[in-house]
T-cell receptor, first 116, second 111 residues
Framework: ETGVTQSPTHLIKTRGQQVTLRCSSQ?????VSWYQQALGQGPQFIFQ???????GRGNFPPRFSGLQFPNYSSELNVNALELDDSALYLC???????????????FGSGTRLTVV | DQQVKQNSPSLSVQEGRISILNCDYT??????FLWYKKYPAEGPTFLIS?????DKNEDGRFTVFLNKSAKHLSLHIVPSQPGDSAVYFC??????????FGGGTRLMVKP
């Protein structure tokens, strides 16, 4: 297993800009979730994709959007960046939509986004 | 409204002793509870989980206890080792594919 890799590791953007964060999941992991972790807080669920369709969303505005591709990679897009979007963005994947979550998700190391 | 809370932001324990990390929740619909460990510059790593139909699950040095009536769970690490020093997150799953995390507890194990 190759794990979950995220790119870039760090990113600085200006308020109002758009950003795309990328994630490469483990082979066979067809469920991917994205989380936002602000400094000193726990991760907050943004949304989840299963077989390239969104099947769950947290309390985030529509300017947060995503895509999942057949090769187990995915993207998180954020439009009209705000200062409060500065956070660590984590991608997590698992095999199947209902299987195996006793073993939890496998998380990537995250992308640290700073909005100035 | 925080559905999962970890009220102790930090905990310091001597090597070899027991570490007890606590977590409270409010949503009775949570089906599963998980503990994750996070080192700086790394993603959270799964440690142990427990189903809401059980009250205890053990894996090596790690044991998780669930008290449904009190909506409380705890993670026991025995014996604690310096390598256990990290931030520990409690998370809950309501079978809706979404994990709700607590704010984390920073554990420091002193040699």
């Amino acid at each position: 297993e190759t794990g979950v890799t995220q790119s870039p590791t760090h990113l600085i953007k200006t308020r109002g800009q758009q950003v795309t964060l990328r994630c490469s999941s483990q082979s066979g992991h067809n469920t991917v979730s994205w989380y936002q972790q602000a400094l000193g807080q726990g991760p907050q669920f943004i949304f989840q994709y299963y077989r390239e369709e969104e099947n769950g969303r947290g309390n985030f505005p529509p300017r947060f959007s995503g895509l999942q591709f057949p090769n187990y990679s995915s993207e998180l897009n954020v439009n009209a960046l705000e200062l409060d979007d500065s956070a660590l963005y984590l991608c997590a994947s698992r095999r199947g939509s209902w299987q195996g979550y006793f073993y939890g998700y496998t998380f990537g190391s995250g992308t640290r986004l700073t909005v100035v | 409204d925080q559905q999962v809370k970890q009220n102790s932001p930090s905990l310091s324990v001597q090597e070899g002793r027991i570490s007890i990390l606590n977590c409270d929740y409010t949503n009775s619909m949570f089906d599963y509870f998980l503990w994750y460990k996070k080192y700086p510059a790394e993603g959270p790593t799964f440690l142990i989980s427990i189903s809401s139909i059980k009250d205890k699950n053990e894996d090596g040095r790690f044991t998780v206890f669930l008290n449904k009536s009190a909506k409380h769970l705890s993670l026991h690490i025995v014996p604690s080792q310096p390598g256990d020093s990290a931030v520990y997150f409690c998370a809950a799953d309501d079978a809706g594919n979404m994990l709700t995390f607590g704010g984390g507890t920073r554990l420091m194990v002193k040699p």
